[in-house]
Nanobody, 115 residues
Framework: QVQLVESGGGLVQPGGSLRLSCAASGFTFSSYVMKWFRQVAGKERELVAE???????NYANSVKGRFTISRDNAQNTVYLQMISLKPEDTAVYFCFTRARLRNHWGKGTLVTVSS
């Protein structure tokens, strides 16, 4: 079955950096769009970044120039490199794909930006 497992979250000071990873299995990873979403308690989940099978990318305006999404098809992994982090980036970050005609989410990894 499709599995998405995020890692790399943690506590970081404002201005710091983190790299999130999402290890995927159970589908032909290289063929599918992969996305990162984030969610703050009490708010809707929002799209942060996405990457298609040709590695074309798209970003939310709030993270452009600070976040970079990438993929390693040999490792079935998608990454989210985050720099110049701000307190408003604090959220649970989720990996997502729509594969085999269904939506699939990871369990999320918490990113806390605080001094």
């Amino acid at each position: 079955q499709v599995q998405l497992v995020e890692s790399g979250g943690g506590l970081v000071q404002p201005g710091g950096s983190l790299r999130l990873s999402c290890a995927a299995s159970g589908f032909t990873f290289s063929s599918y769009v992969m996305k990162w979403f984030r969610q703050v308690a009490g708010k809707e989940r929002e799209l942060v970044a996405e990457i298609d099978s040709s590695s074309r990318t798209n970003y939310a305006n709030s993270v452009k120039g600070r976040f970079t999404i990438s993929r390693d098809n040999a490792q079935n992994t998608v990454y989210l490199q985050m720099i110049s982090l701000k307190p408003e980036d604090t959220a649970v970050y989720f990996c997502f794909t729509r594969a085999r005609l269904r939506n699939h989410w990871g369990k999320g990894t918490l990113v806390t930006v605080s001094s």
